[in-house]
């Protein structure tokens, strides 16, 4: 089973600024790297899929980074909407794993 | 636009069996390449793949809680189902259902439910 480590698990931002959360795998799992943001009481939202594929309709802001163990997610010039619970999940083997997740509080 | 939704008790008491449904509206699921997941989150902690059914029927679960789930389709109702038989306070926690798109993976999610095990 692959355990992804994400980090960080909360952090805070200001509108404008940069975040990078990181995913880290603990085998290869080449490029099977999806990740989502969810707020409360709604569904999860797809947003990178295979690493670096921005999923359609979801803003450029969002970019995602990585092959084999080390992945980002990076979120460019923050919005006040951008304040959401992010996670990722490896579907490369069984059992798909997700990360323990980070809760991003906006200021 | 697939939307998913799930349904079922609330509460459910030690040693039974936990039963959820999800539907779908918005696509079929007995049609195209994809398979549909059950996915859970107890509070405070990180998401958990229960398992997943194929368009065909055939299933893959989660080695650690194999020996007790079933997850079972009614494509008559455009619904598949998962039971978790004797269920401890372990199993409390919010219970997702998804869409696997071709690469095996999630892209669309139901809001959940909040599945509670307590006498």
């Known amino acids: 089973e692959t355990t992804l480590t994400q980090s960080p698990a909360f952090m805070s931002a200001t509108p404008g600024d940069k975040v990078n959360i990181s995913c880290k795998a603990s085998?290869?799992?080449?490029?099977?790297m999806n990740w989502y943001q969810q707020k409360p009481g709604e569904a999860a939202i797809f947003i990178i899929q295979?690493?670096?594929t921005l999923v359609p309709g979801i803003p450029p802001r969002f970019s995602g980074s990585g092959y084999g163990t080390d992945f980002t997610l990076t979120i460019n010039n923050i919005e006040a909407e951008d304040a959401a619970y992010y996670f990722c999940?490896?579907?490369?083997?069984?059992?798909?794993?997700f990360g323990q997740g980070t809760k991003l509080e906006i200021k | 636009q697939v939307q998913l939704q799930e349904s079922g008790p609330g509460l459910v008491k030690p040693s039974q069996t936990l039963s959820l449904t999800c539907t779908v509206s918005?696509?079929?699921?007995?049609?195209?390449?994809?398979?549909w997941s059950w996915i859970r989150q107890p509070a405070g902690k990180g998401l958990e793949w229960i398992g997943r059914i194929y368009t065909s029927g055939s299933t893959n679960y989660n080695p650690s809680l194999k020996s007790r789930l079933t997850i079972s389709a009614d494509t008559s109702k455009n619904q598949f189902s998962l039971k978790l038989s004797s269920v401890t306070a372990a199993d409390t926690a919010v219970y997702y259902c998804a869409r696997d798109a071709g690469a095996g993976a999630p892209d669309y999610w139901g809001q959940g439910t909040l599945v509670t095990v307590s006498s």
């Open positions: 085998q290869d799992i080449d490029d099977d």
């Open positions: 295979e690493a670096t």
């Open positions: 918005g696509g079929s699921i007995s049609s195209g390449s994809y398979s």
């Open positions: 999940l490896q579907h490369d083997n069984f059992p798909l794993t």
